[in-house]
C-alpha cells in the first residue's frame, strides 16, 4: 500500500494489482523486466537471480539495477521482519486497505493471521495483546 500512497503524493497512478500475479503496470518503464527480476528474488532457481539481474542492467544500467536490487531487498526484509515478529495491521491500515487486500487476495497469505481483519471502526483490533 506504501506504492499507492507515494505514486498518489507524485500526482500518478500505480496498478498495484501488477504486485501479485502475472500482470505488469504499462505505465512503469521496464516493468517487465523489473518484475522478473523481483519475481526470481523471491521465488527463481539458483541462477535465475543473476540471469533477471543481468536483464535489468541491460535495461535500466548498473545505478538502476542497484537501485532495484534495494528495492527488492527493502520489501523483502519488511515483510519477513513484520510476519517474523507477529505486527499486526493497525485499526487505521486494516479500514484503508480493505479494498485492495480483497482484490490483491492479500488477506490468503500466512501474515494476515497476524492481524484482527473484521475490526468494527473504532475498536482496538487486538485488546488481548495490547490491553
Do not use: Q
Request: cysteine-free; hydrophobic content about 50%.
Amino acid at each position: 500500500m506504501l506504492l499507492r500512497a507515494s505514486s498518489a503524493a507524485l500526482g500518478e497512478h500505480a496498478d498495484t494489482s501488477a504486485a501479485v500475479g502475472n500482470t505488469v503496470d504499462p505505465n512503469v518503464d521496464h516493468g517487465a523486466v523489473l518484475a522478473a527480476y523481483a519475481t526470481a528474488a523471491h521465488h527463481g532457481a539458483a541462477d535465475a537471480p543473476s540471469e533477471a539481474a543481468a536483464a535489468v542492467r541491460s535495461a535500466v544500467g548498473v545505478a538502476g539495477w542497484v537501485e532495484a536490487a534495494m528495492t527488492v531487498a527493502a520489501f523483502n526484509g519488511l515483510v519477513r521482519t513484520a510476519d517474523a515478529s507477529g505486527i499486526p495491521l493497525d485499526e487505521g491500515v486494516v479500514s484503508a486497505t480493505a479494498g485492495d487486500r480483497a482484490r490483491l487476495g492479500l488477506d490468503e497469505f500466512g501474515g494476515s493471521a497476524n492481524s484482527d481483519l473484521s475490526v468494527a471502526p473504532g475498536a482496538d483490533p487486538h485488546p488481548a495483546r495490547f490491553g
